[in-house]
């Protein structure tokens, strides 16, 4: 019996100890049983050293230094924007818009977007027959009207679901993606006229 009153005398100073106290403002800092590295010594941005003679902790660089990322200063080529910021239309004049980009355009395409859009950018890809959302269907009138370096910046940082491909297709070949998906939206408002006649016995 005497085990029984300890027992509930235990429970009731748990139960104290874990609601009694809920809702009471304290100055004092919470208990940690596992800190995982919340306070660490470390320098903050723009901090203080006293360590160095100048008394900073973030160090100038070293001259003669030479940056490894090239220097990007077209932010049509590098961000789809013009020289307001906003989103540009059209192509940078440094690229030749031609068979074989195109053809690396349909390449990265393929492999990176066809997955989720679909081969003709329907938003029919192999995805969607595994409950995987609903991707963007290219031949909507939204997507049609949207500038180019919008699309551009789509496939560089994603949007919503889809992940950015910056770090996986280059500026130039983004651009190339951009320039096919053009060709596969024109491609469904297609006709006959708009055939050379030298090709017109090529088509079924």
């Keep these: ?6 027992s509930l005398f235990f429970l009731v100073v748990l139960t104290i100890g874990a609601l009694g106290f809920r809702g009471s403002v304290t100055t004092r800092p919470p208990l940690e049983v596992f800190p995982d590295m ?12 006293a360590f160095f003679a100048d008394g900073r902790a973030a160090r100038p660089i070293p001259a003669g ?9 077209d932010p049509f080529l590098y961000e789809g924007r013009d020289d307001n910021g906003d989103f540009a239309r059209g192509f940078p004049e440094s690229l030749v818009i031609d068979r074989q980009f195109m053809a690396r355009g349909q390449h990265y395409f393929d492999i990176y977007c066809a997955p989720c859009h ?3 950018g329907d938003g029919r890809g192999i995805v969607t027959q595994y409950g995987w959302g609903g991707p ?5 009138d939204i997507l049609r009207v949207m500038p180019e370096g919008e699309l551009f910046n789509t496939i560089s940082n ?4 889809m992940f950015g491909y910056a770090d996986k297709i280059s500026p ?11 060709a596969l939206q024109r491609s469904q ?11 017109r016995p090529e088509l079924n």
């Design 65 to 73: 230094t030479v940056s490894r990322a090239p220097l990007r200063a």
């Design 158 to 161: 994603g949007k919503n679901t």
């Design 118 to 120: 679909g081969g003709i």
């Design 172 to 182: 130039e070949d983004r651009w190339a993606v951009v320039a096919y998906l053009r």
């Design 189 to 199: 408002d297609g006709r006959l006229a708009d055939v050379p006649a030298s090709r």
């Design 136 to 140: 963007a269907n290219f031949h909507q």
């Design 38 to 49: 919340d306070r660490q010594s470390k320098y903050q941005p723009q901090g203080e050293s």
């Design 1 to 6: 019996m005497r085990y029984a009153y300890l």
